[in-house]
Every structure is written in C-alpha cells, then in structure tokens.
C-alpha cells in the first residue's frame, strides 16, 4: 500500500534562507510520480513540483526543487531564498498510476520569519 | 494545466441539511476526484467520478452520504447529504495534478 511520511510537523526559516521540507514515501509500484503542493491558509492546493520515479534528473522549478533519492525513498523539496508569502502547509503526496488517486503526507507547516 | 472552479466557495450551514457543491473544468477530462480535508487533517479521497458510470467510492465513503454526479467531461456535483458538524471541512475537487480552489463548509 502507498504511503507518505513527513516527519516534520513545523518548520522555522528565516527570510531569503534555504530550506528543506523531508518526505519519505513507501510503494511496490516501479511507476509513479511524486508532487508537492502549498496550501496557505485560503486552503486552496496549489501544485509546485513533479518527479517522475524515472526521471533522472531532479526536478527545479524556479525557487523549489525536489532532491528525489530513489534508493532511500526520499523527494524531499527544497525552497530557496525563502519569501514571506512561503509559510504555508506543504504536503507530499503521491501517484502510482496517471489517472489514479493521490495518496497525501501529514503536512508540513512552515513559517518564514522576518 | 487545468483551470478549475468550485462553487460555493464557502458555506454556513444547519444540522440535517444538504449542501450541493460544483466543479467546472476549462477542458474535458475523463477522471474527476473529491476530496475532503477535515480540520487540521490532510487530503482524504471521497470518490472518483467518471462521465458515464457510477463514481468510485473510497473506503468510509458511501453514496447516500456523498451522492456525485458527473453529467459531461467539464462538470461534476458532490452533494454532501443529511450534515453534521463533522463534516465541517473543506471539499476539493481535482483533475490531473491540479485542485479547484476549495469549498470550505462549515455546519453549525
């Protein structure tokens, strides 16, 4: 069964540092794709960053990128030169199959200070 | 990537009444999912809606509590029957990768 763990119910960062948001996930499909999303308090879902399970390369997407290690199971998702408007729950959630459901983290609540 | 709109976008309502929310996607699409997310929770998978057959329920979820309708390939309805305050949450539909931007309800 898929599953997602993120181990970090809160993070702290200071303004225009880096930061990252840990995810470990867990399934026995060899296809599958990985994503993360904010949600600010205005609870919509906004999707930020994909990593295909055969992608070779990381994927970047301006300030975010995912550090996908497939050996450990991690896709953890890097924010660099935090801003104010980052602090948001970041989920990492999950896909096996295109068309099929996504499987969500607990979150991750990350504030960015001044 | 899809445009999606949900309506309402929040609601207030009483105890033993029915709430109907919409989804309208900017383009057509075989697979539509609602989700909820309770307080303080994650995203949960209700059902999947599929134009032309019977939504897909996930386990804790029937059709009498959360009836769905998907009508074309750019629409769908989650009616959310007979409330309590435990089905305060918020109510996301998704296609593809992409969320509408949420129905937050609360029942009193």
């Known amino acids: 069964a898929q599953k997602i763990t993120q181990t970090q119910p809160g993070m702290f960062v200071q303004e225009k540092e880096a930061v990252t948001l840990d995810c470990t996930y867990d399934t026995s499909d060899p296809s599958y794709g990985l994503f993360w999303y904010k949600q600010p308090s205005s609870g919509e879902m906004i999707f930020l960053i994909y990593?295909?399970?055969?992608?070779?390369q990381n994927a970047t997407e301006g300030r975010y990128s995912l550090n996908f290690q497939k050996a450990r199971k991690s896709a953890n998702l890097v924010i660099s030169a935090s801003q104010l408007g980052d602090s948001a729950m970041y989920f990492c959630?999950?896909?096996?199959?295109?068309?099929?459901?996504?499987?969500f983290g607990p979150g991750t609540r990350l504030s960015v200070l001044p | 990537s899809a445009v999606i709109s949900q309506k309402p976008s929040r609601d207030i309502c009483q105890r033993g009444t029915s709430l109907t929310i919409q989804c309208q996607v900017d383009s057509q699409v075989t697979m539509m999912f609602w989700y909820r997310q309770q307080p303080g929770q994650s995203l949960t998978l209700i059902a999947t809606a599929n134009q032309g057959s019977e939504a897909t329920y996930e386990s804790g979820f029937v059709i009498d509590k959360f009836p769905i309708s998907r009508p074309n390939l750019t629409f769908s309805t989650l009616t959310v029957s007979n409330m309590s305050p435990e089905d305060s949450s918020i109510y996301l539909c998704?296609?593809?990768?992409?969320f509408g931007p949420g129905t937050r309800l609360t029942v009193l």
């Open positions: 959630a999950m896909r096996e199959d295109y068309g099929q459901n996504f499987v």
């Open positions: 998704s296609v593809d990768r992409f």
């Open positions: 990593q295909g399970s055969y992608d070779q």
